[in-house]
């Protein structure tokens, strides 16, 4: 994954499960000064804070507070962005950053890899060349991205794919796994953060999270799920969970 570097005590004593007190997480690029600190904060036994996320070191769940922005129509080309990101085209946005975000995920030991995930978009011959290639690049994590809302009186669970209309089908979209490509610096810019780009339904290499199935590349696609989503300005929590 390419992370910014953090305080490695913290990671350290994070993923052992010993971090007692508040300590730094130290928001620099490769090639830059750093930017202001951002606090990683405990707030349970097995929680913490980084800005507006809260995650569980054992569950290696991440919460993310989300506001429902367009539930019809179309199309959508991300599940969530920052709200400074593309929000025309997405159904959920966040005040949360793409640099904490990649953080956590640094944190709690996930994965990133493009995999053969953006290939598709390469020309023909270089796409040959790397499948009969023997270095194959990894794949990141597979990561389940779950609606967490109130619903007359109660607390349930949705995945995030029912509320994506696939139009091939004019069915809901079939529940499978993000994966964890990652974003990255460029030129001291964080990517993700510049671009807003978080959780992608059309393949984008900025954002953090992308999806694998196919019809990925096709931008015109995916649209809102009228049909299950609630009204706009909905508040909610997006959590993200290791994939079974």
Request: glycine share 8%.
């Amino acid at each position: 994954m390419k992370c910014p570097r953090i305080v490695l005590t913290l990671a350290l004593s994070l993923l052992a499960g010993g971090m007692t007190k508040n300590v730094l997480a130290q928001e620099a690029s490769e090639s830059e000064a750093p930017e202001p600190e951002a606090q990683v904060i405990k707030v349970g036994e097995s929680t913490y804070r980084l800005g507006e996320i809260v995650f569980d070191a054992k569950k290696r769940e991440i919460r993310i507070p989300a506001v429902m922005n367009m539930r019809e129509g179309g199309p959508i080309e991300y599940l969530m962005v920052n709200e400074k990101g593309a929000v025309h085209e997405a159904l959920l946005t966040t005040p949360v950053r793409g640099l904490h975000l990649q953080i956590v995920f640094k944190l709690l030991r996930y994965r990133s890899g493009e995999g053969e995930i953006f290939d598709q978009f390469l020309p023909e011959e270089e796409r040959r060349q790397r499948i009969e290639s023997d270095e194959k690049k990894p794949r990141g994590d597979a990561v389940s991205v779950i609606i967490e809302m109130e619903k007359d009186g109660k607390i349930e669970e949705i995945p995030a794919a029912s509320w994506i209309l696939d139009a091939e089908t004019g069915k809901a979209m079939t529940d499978e796994p993000w994966i964890l490509t990652g974003s990255h610096f460029f030129e001291g810019n964080f990517l993700a953060d510049s671009e807003g780009s978080l959780i992608g339904v059309y393949l984008d290499q900025v954002a953090l999270l992308n999806m694998s199935r196919k019809g990925a590349e096709n931008d015109e696609r995916w649209g809102a799920n009228s049909a299950a989503t609630p009204e706009t300005g909905k508040k909610m929590t997006l959590i993200l969970r290791p994939a079974k």
